[in-house]
Antibody, heavy 126, light 107 residues
Framework: EVQLVESGGGLVQPGGSLRLSCAVS????????MSWVRQAPGKGLEWVAN????????YYVDSVKGRFTISRDNAKNSLFLEMDSLRAEDTAVFYC???????????????????WGQGTLVTVSS | DIQMTQSPSSLSASVGDRVTITCRAS??????LSWYQQKPGKAPKLLIY???SLQSGVPSRFSGSGSGTDFTLTINSLQPEDFATYYC?????????FGQGTRLEIK
């Protein structure tokens, strides 16, 4: 059974730091891109970052570039999100998600999130 | 960035109804379009990928169509467990973006 379990959320002051972790099981972690997706209270979904299987490629939404760092430890089947210079607008439930790619008819690959964790709440407030 | 706009933002329907949710991209995304279902307090669930392909384990009453900029999610014969919020998502280019969501409520 595929499982993703996030941890590390909590209350932090503006300007502070937090490190989120996602422990995965039930699939070969090193074969998949992984992502973080967040959801502010009562709002929609926002993709945050992606990381390639070997960690050699990372992509971020503009609003977190330079402040957040995605990483992974394939030996420990774990995904991480280091968050610095946190702002009130970063308050959200953060989900880790497995990336599945699908070949489409014109030869490209879609990026879909086929398994998700239960989420961990990050609250940035003084 | 590619903007994804869903309509309507909310709708009410009854068990057994057929409903359609629309998603429009701000530029062509060919078929790099996915649909998700999210229930309160739960993580999203992938329903449709590549605009019209049904994710494994998803009931066949869900279907997707469209290409370019205009897409639809159709749910035939609504079941009680289908009342939830639905999101579209494009992966044509970074940043990956989602629609604002469509809340499907019981009439």
């Amino acid at each position: 059974e595929v499982q993703l379990v996030e941890s590390g959320g909590g209350l932090v002051q503006p300007g502070g730091s937090l490190r989120l972790s996602c422990a995965v099981s039930g699939f070969t972690f090193s074969r998949y891109w992984m992502s973080w997706v967040r959801q502010a209270p009562g709002k929609g979904l926002e993709w945050v970052a992606n990381i390639k299987q070997d960690g050699s490629e990372k992509y971020y939404v503009d609003s977190v570039k330079g402040r957040f760092t995605i990483s992974r430890d394939n030996a420990k089947n774990s995904l991480f999100l280091e968050m610095d210079s946190l702002r009130a607008e970063d308050t959200a439930v953060f989900y880790c998600a497995r990336v599945e790619t699908h070949m489409i008819t014109i030869g490209g690959l879609t990026v879909d999130f086929d398994y998700w964790g239960q989420g961990t709440l990050v609250t940035v407030s003084s | 960035d590619i903007q994804m706009t869903q309509s309507p933002s909310s709708l009410s329907a009854s068990v057994g109804d057929r409903v359609t949710i629309t998603c429009r991209a701000s530029q062509s995304i060919t078929t790099y379009l996915s649909w998700y279902q999210q229930k309160p307090g739960k993580a999203p669930k992938l329903l449709i990928y590549a605009a019209s392909s049904l994710q494994s384990g998803v009931p066949s009453r869900f279907s997707g169509s469209g290409s370019g900029t205009d897409f639809t999610l159709t749910i035939n014969s609504l079941q009680p467990e289908d009342f939830a919020t639905y999101y579209c998502q494009q992966s044509y280019s970074n940043p990956i973006t989602f629609g604002q969501g469509t809340r499907l409520e019981i009439k």
